[in-house]
């Protein structure tokens, strides 16, 4: 590839520039994984919580390390810190505006935020206190775009903790703000001991009001928690969702009824185990987060004998050619270190992705977010005329 017209030194930095100004789509992003460095300093200042840095760039530094780390309890350290400073309304509200500020500086045009609303009470709200003062949040994010002469169309996903035992309530509290900017519902927390079995009262709960579910599975936990998702959550999206890859078998080898002048092609095999096939002929969408899962470990399987893995071990593009429908996100943009224009600017350059084919997970995301039909159609004729 070849990029032109950017400031920035690489090929990879030059095609975020170019790729920022474009309409994308974020469906899975967690509102305490990505703060403002600054925000975040200046409101743990005024409550006397300690950070592991004082400095915005250093701060950033120490959660990228600690996310890199490969240790799961590492990158979950820096929610300590940012959840402590999410117990007020007025920090909820601000943290939102700002949120949505940053994702429309980065060319979203549509976002689903997660976030857990029973681990923000410790100030004295209520949970429904919570949900409306992060909607405010959110409008007042929306109005400030649109000021600027921009567009950017936010809901939230309201997830329930797997650790804990209030899915059910989070499941109503989902219902009551459905018409208020509540767009979905997740549970999020460790998948392993947690299986969506266990909040299946919830997801019967949603699904008999015509709620929509997207689920954290096939990320820390294996192609059992998937089958799970699609079965006891009822989910209509997967979060992550990458490790449907071990229900994939591919074989190589040499065809010997087909030789050239250079050698003999090879022949590849693929078989698709049953849960794959379900998700891929179903086009179940899979909210993919390439540098996340990097972090966590999430693709380890598939990267065994690299001692560095790298994006390239990423099992994305061979979901990709199959036919699954993916979506790239960011996951935790603070904690990550990461935008949206970055994610796929990395993408493209591990796997020599044409603008055309970035342009692909923008409308599959878009597709599968839990926006209605009408409101669908009319964002992805914007998406498609800007990437056109």
């Known amino acids: 590839m070849t990029f032109t017209d950017a400031a920035s030194s690489t090929p990879v930095a030059q095609l975020e520039e170019q790729i920022r100004p474009l309409p994308k789509v974020s469906l899975h992003d967690h509102l305490d994984g990505s703060l403002r460095a600054t925000t975040l300093i200046e409101l743990a200042g005024t409550i006397g919580h300690a950070l592991p840095a004082e ?5 950033q530094r120490v959660f990228r390390r600690n996310a890199a780390s490969g240790d799961l309890v590492q990158y979950l350290q820096a929610f300590e810190h940012t959840t402590a400073v999410m117990q007020t309304a007025e920090n909820l509200r601000r943290i939102a505006r700002e949120y949505v500020e ?27 206190d919570a949900v409306e003062a992060v909607q405010a949040g959110l409008n007042e994010g929306a109005e400030s775009v649109a000021e600027a002469d921009g567009v950017i169309v936010i809901g939230q996903i309201l997830s329930a903790m797997r650790q804990h035992d209030r899915a059910p309530e989070i499941a109503e509290l989902a219902l009551r703000h459905r018409d208020a900017g509540v767009v979905g519902f997740d549970i999020a927390g460790p998948e392993q001991g947690f299986p969506p079995v266990n909040f299946a009262p919830a997801f019967t709960i949603l699904a008999e009001a015509m709620f929509p579910t997207t689920v954290h599975a096939g990320e820390a936990a294996g192609i059992d928690s998937i089958r799970d998702a699609l079965v006891s959550g009822r989910a209509q999206r997967l979060g992550h969702g990458v490790r449907i890859a071990e229900d994939i078998t591919v074989t190589t080898g040499d065809d010997s009824r087909s030789k050239t002048g250079e050698g003999e092609e090879q022949l590849v095999e693929v078989e698709l185990g049953h849960i794959a ?12 987060s390439p540098t996340s899962n990097l972090q966590t470990g999430a693709i380890a399987t598939f990267a065994e004998g690299t001692p560095t893995p790298t994006l390239v071990d990423h099992p994305f593009d061979m979901l ?20 949206l224009s970055g994610e796929l600017a990395a993408l493209a350059d591990a796997f020599d992705y044409s603008l055309a084919e970035l342009a692909d997970f923008q409308v599959n995301a878009l597709e599968s977010s839990f926006l209605g039909y009408e409101e669908r159609e009319t964002l992805t004729a914007v998406l498609l005329e800007a990437w056109q």
């Open 320 to 339: 990709y050619q199959l036919g699954f429908n993916v979506g790239v996100n960011t996951d935790n943009r603070l904690v990550s270190g990461v935008t």
């Open 55 to 59: 400095d915005p760039e250093e701060l």
């Open 277 to 288: 096939r379900w998700v891929r002929d179903r086009q179940i969408h899979l909210e993919i």
């Open 102 to 128: 940053d994702l429309a500086a980065d060319g979203v045009l549509y976002a689903e935020v997660r976030w857990a609303p029973e681990q923000h009470l410790t100030g004295g709200l209520s949970l429904d």
